[in-house]
């Protein structure tokens, strides 16, 4: 008979690791078979010793000797032929291909990637010792994502490969917490297998830094919270008012009594995570009163210059400025300057400037213009002293600046200071000017007949007052001149009994003017033939 292949080996695929069956059935003979791999002999008949995964099977009696591999590796993937040596036969070759799935993908970084808020990502994926090469893909939401570059590399042993894959991915199209897989496959592993990567996008302490309650009356409780989203968490927290640290708030709160600073000094949090610090300020809309800002200065100006005051107020809400001259109501100014054109000496006083804010309180500041000046005397014109006693007479100097000179004279005496006789003048400076007294011992009816002139002098001018001395507890009838000439009679007691107290007369020039009161009319003609 001749020797006939009724089944020879075919070419098969195989994943490694699952057993393969090569058959191969020969009838009319009955020698050794021989199967050979590649050119070499693998074993005679049933003999594989030198490979233990694999073994001949089948009926030889009917022919069959088709050789079993199991677990099939690598190292099987070749070119097979089952031979009959005694009959120079062999079967066709046939083509065995192993094929290796991809090791488990491996995504660089995994199972987390973090990266900062604002930057790309570039995602690395390796599927290695791969028969054939692994296509990978990425997938996010279910869908693929496009644009990923590819790298190939054949290993050492010539079968296998390794893919590379990388994923550029904007920092516009990434957010926080989005899961990327990684997918590979081959026709050893169609299904994939998959990798997955979560995205941690790391980012400065975002801060909302709030303030409770606004508006607030100064003196109440505000309650600050400062919330923070960080990634990495936040570590830290550091509160500070006008940049100054307030040692006693730790936490995310911060509760506090305002008062006026909080509207002028903001309050900061600092939140702190690992990447660094997050700081946000704010004012707090406190209510308070006017507070001097910019306080005004008194002012000496020479007379017929102008005088300008400043005057500056903080307050919550809006506050209202008003000028005015200490004593008088009318309002000069309501900005921060006042200003008096040329100033006369009648301009120097007090003047307050005011600030009123509605419904929370009002304050002021007071202060002086002076104005440099001739003196201005105001004495009493007429004063009076007791006969045979010490008496005085003053006079009231305002001079800015002090007066150089001040002198009393009357008759042919000129006394500006010490003693001269009877007469004696001292000089006493005062908060509101100069008061120089002139000092007479012994009181004389001479005195009361005298006119005493009190002039003083600066380097601006001078001014002069006449004073007269009159007898104390006597009714006089006095006549006035324009002249340094005059009469001054006495009315005797009997005539005190007609007329009544308090009656006066004046002579100026010739002309006679009669005043009496609680006056008899038989009084009136007796007075008036009196003085004439």
């Not at 062999?90 to 090791?103: H, I, N, Q, Y």
């Not at 308090?502 to 038989?522: C, F, P």
Request: with cysteine.
């Amino acid at each position: 008979l001749s020797v006939v292949f009724i089944q020879q080996p075919h070419d098969l695929v195989v994943v490694a690791g699952q057993p393969v069956t090569l058959p191969c059935s020969i009838t009319g003979y009955h020698g050794m078979v021989l199967w050979v791999k590649d050119g070499l002999a693998l074993g005679v008949n049933r003999d594989m010793s030198g490979y233990p995964r694999y073994d001949v099977i089948g009926d030889h009696s009917k022919g069959e000797y088709h050789l079993l591999i199991q677990r099939t590796e690598l190292t099987d993937d070749g070119s097979f032929e089952c031979q009959a040596i005694q009959a120079a036969t062999r079967s066709r070759p046939a083509r065995l291909t192993v094929l290796v799935p991809p090791d488990d993908p491996v995504i660089i970084g995994a199972p987390v990637v973090s990266l900062r808020a604002g930057n790309s990502l570039n995602l690395t994926c390796h599927a290695n010792n791969a028969k054939p090469a692994a296509s990978i893909i990425w997938i996010r939401n279910g869908e693929v994502l496009n644009g990923a570059a590819y790298t190939k590399t054949l290993l050492r042993d010539g079968r296998r490969e390794s893919t590379v894959s990388t994923l550029h991915i904007s920092a516009s199209n990434i957010e926080n917490g989005q899961q990327i897989t990684c997918r590979a496959s081959n026709k050893a592993a169609p299904n994939g297998k998959e990798a997955t990567v979560t995205i941690d996008i790391q980012h400065f302490p975002l801060v909302n830094l709030s303030v409770e309650p606004q508006p607030v009356l100064e003196g109440n409780l505000v309650k600050f919270h400062c919330a923070a989203k960080a990634n990495p968490p936040v570590t830290h927290y550091r509160w500070a008012k006008g940049g100054s640290m307030i040692t006693d708030a730790t936490g995310d709160t911060y509760e506090v009594l305002v008062d006026h600073s909080f509207f002028t000094e903001p309050v900061s949090c600092e939140v702190t995570n690992a990447l660094g610090n997050t700081n946000i300020s704010r004012n707090v809309d406190v209510y308070f009163g006017p507070r001097l800002a910019a306080e005004p200065q008194s002012l000496q100006v020479d007379r017929g210059s102008d005088a300008v005051f400043s005057c500056a107020w903080i307050g919550n809400p809006s506050l209202t400025i008003v000028w005015m001259k200490r004593g008088h109501g009318v309002v000069l100014s309501n900005e921060n300057t006042l200003t008096l054109k040329a100033v006369r000496q009648e301009d120097a006083g007090k003047y307050v400037c005011r600030a009123v804010v509605p419904r929370v309180g009002v304050g002021e500041k007071e202060v002086t213009l002076t104005v440099n000046g001739p003196p201005t005397i105001s004495s009493t014109q007429t004063q009076q002293a007791l006969y045979g006693e010490k008496g005085q007479i003053k006079c009231f100097i305002r001079s800015t600046p002090p007066p150089d000179r001040i002198a009393w004279s009357w008759k042919e005496t000129v006394l500006e200071s010490g003693t001269s006789g009877r007469y004696t003048v001292e000089t006493v400076s005062t908060e509101d000017g100069v008061i120089s007294t002139l000092t007479m011992s012994n009181i004389v009816p001479a005195d009361f007949q005298t006119i005493y002139n009190c002039t003083a002098w600066n380097s601006f001018g001078s001014d002069t007052e006449i004073i007269r001395l009159k007898e104390q507890g006597k009714n006089q009838v006095t006549l006035h001149p324009n002249q340094p000439h005059y009469n001054r009679f006495r009315l005797q007691p009997q005539a005190i009994c007609l007329f009544g107290p308090a009656v006066t007369a004046q002579r100026h020039d010739g002309i006679i003017g009669k005043s009496i009161r609680r006056a008899h009319g038989r009084a009136l003609a007796a007075l008036s033939n009196l003085i004439h």
